[in-house]
């Protein structure tokens, strides 16, 4: 019942504004409320709890006096009790209140009824009142509060049977009064035995202190069960940062190690000194703060606190200290930190990624744009050149004056365009990287020869060109020889526009390597205007002399053919401005070692309007020209220039320029090409279409100047040196020196594979007096140019004639002839040259020479009966060309135009041969050669007939008249499409096969083979 | 003009067609002719001095019926490709042996469109062959021309000069 009471008087209570050390739900009488249900070990526990607390109880107690929260938790504490203890009394009164007036009313009825008693007597004697007692009681009960129901009132009715105002009522009525009265008492004593009871029990009750100690020490079990495995520290530490309380779940240090000393003095390393300054600050602050602070100490490592610190206030308002807390966050602050780093590493990749894409995609567009514009050039290119190439077609048909101007206009226009869009492909290949550089034999002097061979032909301008290739620039090296064509081209065509009179040259030259090639190409650029200037003026002054000297010069070049120190000094004087052919003489000693590189340089020199010193810098960019007025009058596109330096710059060199206005500009390319490297099996296909293309003429392989004077006319007349000079010579003359030529060699010549080979040519002289024809092939440009070398050819064959004649029981002579025929003029060749044996693709040419002998072969002696050909062929054309060739080679042929008149031609006539076309109309090669081979097995035609080939004439029966003693060749001749291959060339019966166009060597071995 | 004048002018021209470089004109292109045209001229001689001139006039007369039986061929409803190829084909031999090769490169690009059956392709070969062909006319004409004129001043085709 107390309980209860009290936990009514609480709630009415006002409760006060300072929090409960301990959770609200907690309270006095119901301890432990989130105790685990009916776990018993629970109470133990909590006594374990009791071992690691450390607790100065005795600072504990000075605290509480002495901190303002201290004193507010124990006045709480205290009201509290208070309360209870004055509510416990007051209830206890006013019970006894209660009975106390039970009692009074008790008596004063007792008096009452004592009274009407009396009253009984008088009125018995007068008249009597009635009085209703009954109901009065009934009121008096009505003031007795009502709340103490558990209290029984007596509140029955006396009933009386006895009739009003008898005597036996009244007797009646005390007794009952009485009985009243008698219950009364008892109850008075119930209450006072009560009473009693319950002082007894207030004297039993705890003393204040002992249940405060109560309270707190559940408070304590408590906060241990709560921070038992919790990783803080806790402390309190006083105005002079000394530590005071220390609660440490995993203490290192004992309690006495760290009491009443500061952090400095218990521990040293990084942030102790931190964390006391920051302990120090809110001490002087007075406000609350946070902080997270990493220590490296000697004695728990390296390890990051967040740390908690609030000033501890005296009642009167000063700190006397800090409470503080700290909790371990390493590993917190670690994956932190390791996070952030992913993150920020997350991020460095985003923006790569962003950064790459965007990247590829500026590429992408940049190569689809170049695509683009490489693909609508050439889609342009295509119809344009038609356009421009009918025209030029128009152009030779007759046409009245106005019409051919108005033509040439049309060409001319259409060159341009067209120039532009090639050089607008070229720059786009060259820039999406899609330019492939091919590496091909080729001849320098050559190349120069043709660029100002060409340039000449379209010349319109009184202009000498010129080009110089000196001595010990190697015969030949390899390069991609069309772009290196393509650069010279254009910058000998920008010389040429703008120069007005003078000339306009190539030099070509060795120089020792890059270094020296850069060096000096800065040495040039930088002293360019006066090196320039003189070099213009001194050749102006040579330009007369030099075509005798260069006759002379030539004279002893042309015989002793190569870098011969004594050709040397007639060359040295051509050049004497330029500081490299010097340097190049030194070099010239030493060979080319076969597949080393040689830088050469090249110069490409006008006598024009020249650069202004301004126009240098940009003169190399795009679509880029002097200045809108150079523009206007010489037009182009100004992409030359740019394509020439990206060309050369991809080959690995460098293009210069120096020039001074109004007196020229040298524009100057070095570049590395790899020196042909040392005898291959010159099969290669690459090389035979060169040389056929190309047409060079032996005479290029050395002669190192060329000029086109200005009255030549066009392409129709180059002048040579060297050929010039020939023709002047009697021929006895070379003759004579080409011994000598063959005796130096003998003895220069370096290479032990030559020498073995020379020995060989020698042997053939002395045996058929080969000599003439070794000579002559060694220099066919010099032998063909002119009619007296002509005839001195003609002796060349004859004696090959006659040769052929003493051999001609020899199977295979001619054949055998050429063979040394080859390699003497191989012999002759290295010992020109000076190059290793077998670097140049002389031995293809010889194919071409042998062929070209064999032209003059006389037919075959008649005394042989004439072997009998068929030829199959539809195509007229190719008719009348085999034809022809079989013709010179001493032969006739039938021919017929399809298979079925192959498969008639056969039943009527024995060939010796037949040369089938596979793809023909009506029937095709392999199925008449299937037809003829079956006849050859059978011996009758009945597959042909079976074809639709009804017998001739001459066949009785099928059978054929003639006979086979043998299997007739049939050689197809096929156009090497898919659809003519060889193995079904074999698989249909036929021998052998000639790929078209047939040529002389190709029938030329088909009849030997098969023609006995 | 000189004898000898000519004969140099018919030396250039004739290397002209030969040459693969014709960088300003047309971009990188084959020569008109290859070294099968050489063969031609080896078989001139006395006994045969029009012989170039003969073969390559038989060569326009068979080109162009085998152009119009294309143009005719191609202008179809429906293409017969089969006859379409075999036109073409008989193009390419005759200008294969001559040494056209401009002319033979286009058939053999034409040819695999024939395979394709790709008709815009055809009609695109089409123009391109008779384009290249009319020009191999124009030049072997001027050069034929060029060798008649030389002749006629008594002179002989220097084809030695050629020097292949």
Partial sequence: ?1012 | MEVVQMQRAWVEYTKSLFREFSYSFFGWMKGFLDAQFQQLQLLQDESNPDFVAEVVSLFFEDSERLLSDLTFALEQQSIDFKKVDAHVHQLKGSSSSIGAQRVKNDCIAFRSFCEEQNIEGCQRCLQQVKQDYCLVKSKLEALIRLEQQIVAAGGSIPVEELSF
């Fill in chain 1, 1 to 1012: 019942m107390a309980s209860e009471m009290e936990n009514e008087q609480m709630k009415d209570m006002d409760i006060e504004a300072l929090p409960s050390m301990w959770p609200e739900d907690i309270d006095s009488s119901k301890p432990y409320v989130e105790k685990p249900a009916g776990d018993q070990d629970m109470l133990e526990e909590v006594t374990i709890f009791e071992e690691p607390t450390i607790v100065d109880f005795h600072h504990l107690v000075e605290l509480t006096n002495y901190t303002d929260r201290g004193s507010s938790q124990l006045t709480h504490l205290v009201q509290r009790w208070e309360y209870k203890h004055a509510n416990a009394v007051r209830l206890l009164r006013e019970e006894l209140d209660i009975l106390s007036k039970q009692r009074e009313e008790v008596e004063l009825k007792k008096l009452e009824i004592l009274e009407a008693f009396r009253f009984e007597e008088e009125r018995y004697s007068g008249d009597k009142r009635p009085i209703s007692i009954l109901d009065e009681i009934i009121d008096l009960y009505q003031d007795i509060p009502r709340r103490k129901r558990d209290i029984i009132v007596q509140s029955k009715r006396v009933n009386i049977d006895a009739e009003f105002d008898t005597v036996a009522y009244w007797k009646q009525r005390a007794k009952d009064l009485e009985k009243l009265l008698e219950a009364s008492v008892h109850r008075e004593q119930l209450l006072m035995e009560k009473l009693q009871e319950s002082l007894q029990n207030l004297e039993k009750q705890s003393s204040p202190v002992e249940e405060l100690t109560q309270i707190l020490k559940r408070a304590d079990n408590f906060l241990h069960f709560v921070l038992q495995n919790a990783p803080v520290v806790m402390g309190h530490q006083d105005k002079d940062l000394r530590y005071r309380f220390i609660y440490n779940q995993f203490p290192r240090l004992q309690e006495e190690e760290i009491l009443g000393k500061t952090d400095v003095e218990i521990f040293s390393g990084a942030g102790v000194k931190e964390s006391q300054d920051f302990k120090k600050e809110v001490l002087d602050k007075g406000l609350p703060a946070k902080r997270e602070i990493t220590f490296e100490t000697e004695l728990f490592g390296s390890k990051t606190f967040l740390i908690y610190v609030d000033p501890v206030f005296s009642k009167s308002g000063e700190t006397i200290g800090i409470n503080y807390m700290g909790m371990d966050v390493t590993d917190q602050v670690m994956k932190r930190e390791k996070m952030a780093q992913l993150r920020e590493q997350i991020a460095v990749q985003k923006a790569k990624e962003t950064e790459l894409n965007k990247t590829i995609h500026i590429t992408e567009e940049t190569m689809r744009a170049k695509q683009m514009l490489a693909t609508m050039s050439h889609e342009i290119r295509s119809p344009l050149s038609g356009v421009v190439s009918m025209a030029e077609i128009l152009s030779n048909t007759n046409l009245d004056r106005e019409q051919r101007q108005l033509l040439n206009v049309m060409i001319s226009s259409g060159d341009l365009v067209l120039q532009l869009i090639n050089d607008i492909l070229d720059l786009s290949k060259v820039e999406s990287g899609v330019m492939k550089l091919e590496a091909t034999k080729f001849r320098p002097r050559e190349v120069v020869k043709h660029v100002l061979q060409t340039a000449a032909a379209s010349l319109q301008k009184l202009l000498t060109l010129e080009g110089r290739v000196a001595d010990d620039v190697p015969i030949e090296v390899i390069g991609d020889v069309l772009r290196i064509r393509q650069i010279l081209t254009n910058l000998i065509t920008n010389a040429i526009k703008f120069t007005h009179e003078g000339k306009v040259g190539i030099n070509l030259y060795v120089v020792s390597d890059p270094c020296y090639g850069k060096a000096e190409g800065n040495h040039q650029k930088s002293s360019g205007d006066q090196s320039t200037t003189t070099e213009i003026k001194e050749d102006k002054l040579k330009l007369s002399s030099q075509n005798c000297s260069d006759r002379k010069g030539f004279h002893s070049k042309k015989y002793s053919e190569g870098p011969y120190p004594d050709h040397l000094p007639s060359d040295e004087p051509q050049t004497p401005v330029k500081n490299g052919n010097t340097t190049d003489g030194d070099e010239g000693e030493e060979p080319q070692v076969p597949g080393t590189t040689v830088w050469l340089r090249c110069d490409v020199y006008d006598t024009g309007i020249g650069i202004p010193e301004n126009a240098l810098p940009t003169l190399f960019r795009k679509y880029m020209q002097v200045s809108a007025d150079h523009a206007r009058k010489y037009g182009g596109t100004g992409l030359g220039l740019a394509i020439c330096k990206q060309l050369v710059e991809l080959m690995g060199g460098r293009l210069t320029v120096s020039s001074k206005v109004k007196c020229g500009s040298t524009f100057t390319f070095v570049l590395p090409y790899k020196v042909s490297s040392t005898c291959h099996s010159s099969d290669d296909p690459d090389d035979l279409s060169e040389m056929a293309d190309h047409d060079a003429p032996l005479e290029d392989v050395t002669a190192g100047f060329f000029q086109f004077q200005p009255r030549t006319l066009g392409s129709l007349f180059s002048s040579n040196g060297s050929t010039r000079t020939q023709k002047l010579l009697p021929h006895g003359i070379g003759f004579t020196k080409s011994h000598k030529l063959n005796g130096i060699s003998k003895d220069s010549c370096s290479f032990p594979s030559g020498n073995v080979r020379l020995k060989e040519t020698t042997c053939v002289e002395d045996a058929c007096s080969m000599v003439e024809v070794a000579e002559t092939l060694s220099e066919p440009e010099s032998s063909f140019s002119h009619s007296p070398e002509r005839d001195y050819e003609n002796v060349v064959c004859r004696s090959q004639q006659s040769q052929d004649d003493t051999n001609c029981k020899i199977p295979n002579g001619t054949t055998n002839c050429n063979n040394h025929t080859e390699s003497s003029r191989e012999v002759g060749l290295r010992a020109n040259t000076g190059e290793p044996p077998g670097s140049c693709q002389e031995e293809e040419k010889s194919v071409i020479n042998s062929q070209c002998t064999s032209t003059s072969i006389p037919r075959k002696p008649e005394s042989k009966p004439k072997p009998k050909i068929l030829l199959v062929e539809d195509n007229k054309v190719n008719v009348m060309v085999t034809k022809s060739m079989m013709k010179q080679l001493g032969h006739t042929m039938d021919v017929v135009s399809n298979g079925v008149e192959a498969v008639r031609a056969v039943q009527s006539c024995c060939y010796d041969l037949v040369l089938m076309d596979v793809c023909m109309p009506v029937m095709n090669g392999l199925q008449a050669t299937q037809l003829i081979r079956s006849f050859e097995e059978t011996g009758n035609w009945d597959a042909a007939a079976k074809a639709g080939i009804e017998p001739s004439a001459s066949l009785q029966d099928g059978q054929s008249s003639i006979h086979y003693d043998k299997r007739m060749p049939i050689i197809a001749m096929t156009a090497n499409a898919l659809s003519e291959s060889a193995e079904e060339c074999y698989a249909n019966g036929m021998d052998s096969f000639v790929s078209k166009p047939v040529t002389f060597q190709k029938l030329k071995e088909c009849l030997e083979q098969y023609l006995p």
